[in-house]
């Protein structure tokens, strides 16, 4: 069974990088899209990235717009969210996920989940 596994969260100071993967566990996922959606305190889930299975025109939110980036291993069935010029307003759990197409990720109509990882910016 497939499992998407993350690394790379943390505490950060504002202003700061910070790199999170994602990498599928126990098989691969072909052709499916990929993407991170964060859930803020009390905020509810929002997709901040996700991208096709050929990477080509990924989709940001424009909260982050500019500042993060989302690039796909489709080899490894891997993808990784590259986050610099953090904000407070970023502090969040950051799921990875998977689904069958870049719209069903858009529709929040997913298929595989990560367990989260915990991204925290303060000083």
């Known amino acids: 069974q497939v499992q998407l596994v993350e690394s790379g969260g943390g505490l950060v100071a504002p202003g700061a990088s910070l790199r999170l993967s994602c990498e599928a566990q126990g098989g691969t996922l072909g052709r499916m899209a990929m993407g991170w959606v964060r859930q803020r305190p009390g905020k509810e889930r929002e997709i901040v990235a996700a991208v096709a299975w050929h990477g080509a025109a990924p989709y940001h939110a424009d909260a982050v717009k500019g500042r993060f980036t989302i690039s796909l291993d489709n080899a490894k069935s891997a993808t990784y969210l590259q986050m610099n010029a953090l904000k407070p307003g970023g502090t969040a759990v950051y799921f990875c996920?998977?689904?069958?197409?870049?719209?069903?990720?858009?529709?929040?109509?997913?298929?595989?989940w990560g367990q989260g990882a915990q991204v925290t910016v303060s000083t």
């Open positions: 996920v998977a689904a069958a197409t870049f719209a069903d990720i858009r529709n929040f109509d997913i298929g595989y």
